[in-house]
């Protein structure tokens, strides 16, 4: 019998072929990373949405490396804490530019 092979996404954001299944999906337009079972990303893919999109990841950590954010539904602690990050940066980088010129 033939092995099973799940195609991933690796930290660079590239497909590799793996033994492994992964154990989250995302969206690779939106560069959003999820659990298998989001409610959401299950409804858009049963009304035939989202599929050409999702791509699928061994651990959250490659998931962050290669540019992902949390869902915000699936997610949402962590979604959060990904949302005050971006505040946070967007204020040093204001900062940063205002103080250059």
Same mark, same amino acid.
């Given at each position: 019998m033939e092995e099973k092979l799940?195609?991933?996404i690796n930290e660079q954001g590239k497909e590799?072929?793996?033994n492994i299944a992964g154990? &989250?999906?995302?969206n690779k337009r939106l560069k959003?990373?999820?659990? &298998?079972d989001c409610l959401s990303a299950n409804r858009w893919i049963k009304k035939g949405y989202y599929i050409d999109n999702r791509v699928f990841f061994l651990n959250e950590e490659i998931a962050i490396k290669a540019g992902?954010?949390?869902?915000a539904v699936c997610m949402s602690k962590k979604y959060?804490?990904?949302?005050?990050?971006?505040?946070?940066?967007?204020?040093? &980088?204001k900062r940063n530019i205002k103080g250059n010129n």
């Open positions: 799940y195609k991933l590799y072929l793996s154990t &989250l999906g995302g959003i990373y999820g659990k &298998l992902y954010r949390p869902c959060e804490v990904w949302k005050e990050q971006q505040k946070v940066l967007t204020k040093t &980088l």
